[in-house]
């Protein structure tokens, strides 16, 4: 039962997101008097997407979107040469390609499929990412052509050129411009800096509709550089701590999409940008996992259950219908023992419980209980 999904109206698009995380050293006035600071030492960029958008109208996000096939040129190839070549580019051993669930269909538009000299998908998606972050947000995780550090360490994005502007709007209109702004700055996209952090597949809660393979990537860098929002997808930004952010959602400030929230709230295991950093490069070569939520609509809300939980069943023909029960939130609670989900009762009211162990060196959130006092 666990063959690949049915291809239908609405096909799978694979995406890359960069979770930027920078240490917070910038100065603040003395006066009027700033609050305590949060608890963990670095902040997390946010984006609040345009209310004209179609997927995810209003939410805040991490930089990122649709693998171009751009992205996965040959052309690449001249710019990365002579210090990067094939098949790893510098990047360090493949981590280990493991066997997961769903299977998705073969047609994945992107792909340059044929295409011997085009990019392996860990540069790809990397250089997807690190586009859209300048798309997006005008951040340029650019570096000067060249051997690289001896040791890797949290870096600085690279100073946006002085005609941004133009640039972003020449991108926009056709992905190639990237590698030609790149190659106009004698840089190469910072494949290094991003780091595999996850992947998300879009859960079925509607027959139709956008469905996106997205990886995740985690990027450390010592200082936030400036932003610059595109005004078409992204209407603001903001630099947020894990706990801010979390604050900030149940507050109504913002909104976040569950796996956004769920994110988030891994990374308030770390105290620091070092901690984080050092976790990410220690885990390098264990992989990520690849998570399709499975949805079950309740009596009073909503509970997306994810890999490991003891109702989530690994069924392709079960995982494309819709599940529902007129059993409530806290009676389903109750029956289980073994979760790993997220149960939600309204747009700000996520809650999260994981009694499973993580796999392949990685945390999950923490037990997470709105108080009903907060809301």
């Known amino acids: 039962m666990s063959g690949p999904l049915r291809p239908g109206p609405s096909s799978w698009r694979r995406a890359a997101t960069v979770v930027l995380a920078a240490g917070w050293t910038l100065p603040v006035p003395a006066t009027p008097p700033r609050p305590l600071p949060p608890a963990e030492g670095f902040r997390l960029l946010l984006l609040l997407r345009s209310a004209r958008q179609g997927f995810l109208p209003g939410a805040h996000v991490f930089p990122g979107g649709v693998l171009d096939a751009a992205d996965r040129s040959a052309d690449w190839l001249r710019l990365f040469a002579p210090h990067h070549r094939p098949p790893r580019f510098g990047l360090g051993p493949a981590p280990p390609r493991r066997t997961t669930f769903p299977v998705l269909p073969d047609a994945r538009p992107g792909a340059a499929d044929g295409d011997e000299a085009a990019l392996p998908d860990d540069v790809a998606f990397r250089i997807c990412a690190i586009r859209e972050a300048f798309e997006e947000a005008g951040v340029l995780l650019l570096r000067p052509r060249g051997p690289g550090p001896a040791a890797p360490e949290p870096g600085r994005a690279l100073a946006p050129p002085p005609a941004l502007a133009d640039w972003r709007a020449r991108v926009r ?40 393979e997205t990886t995740f990537f985690l990027c450390c860098l010592r200082e936030p550089p400036p932003v610059f929002p595109d005004l078409v997808e992204v209407v603001d930004c903001q630099w947020s701590s894990p706990s801010e952010a979390t604050e900030s959602f149940i507050s109504k400030e913002i909104w976040l999409a569950p796996p956004q929230f769920y994110e988030i709230r891994r990374l308030e295991h770390f105290a620091s940008l070092s901690d984080l950093h050092k976790f ?13 939520p499975i949805t079950l609509l309740t009596a009073d809300g909503t509970i997306q259950l994810l890999p490991g939980d003891e109702m989530y069943l690994e069924d392709s023909n079960f995982l494309e219908n819709l599940m529902s029960t007129e059993k409530k939130n806290e009676e389903i609670m109750k029956e289980g023992k073994k979760f790993h989900r997220v149960v939600m009762y309204n747009r700000h009211d996520y809650n999260i419980h994981v009694t499973v162990q993580s796999k392949y060196k990685h945390v999950y959130p923490k037990n997470y209980v709105v108080s009903k006092s907060r809301l």
């Open 173 to 212: 209109r056709d992905p190639q411009h990237f590698l030609r702004l790149c190659a106009h700055l004698d840089c190469t996209p910072d494949i290094w800096a991003l780091h595999e952090w996850s992947a998300w597949l879009t859960p079925f809660t509607q027959r139709r509709g956008r469905r996106f």
């Open 280 to 292: 990410c490069l220690d885990r390098e070569l264990e992989g990520v996992e690849r998570w399709l």
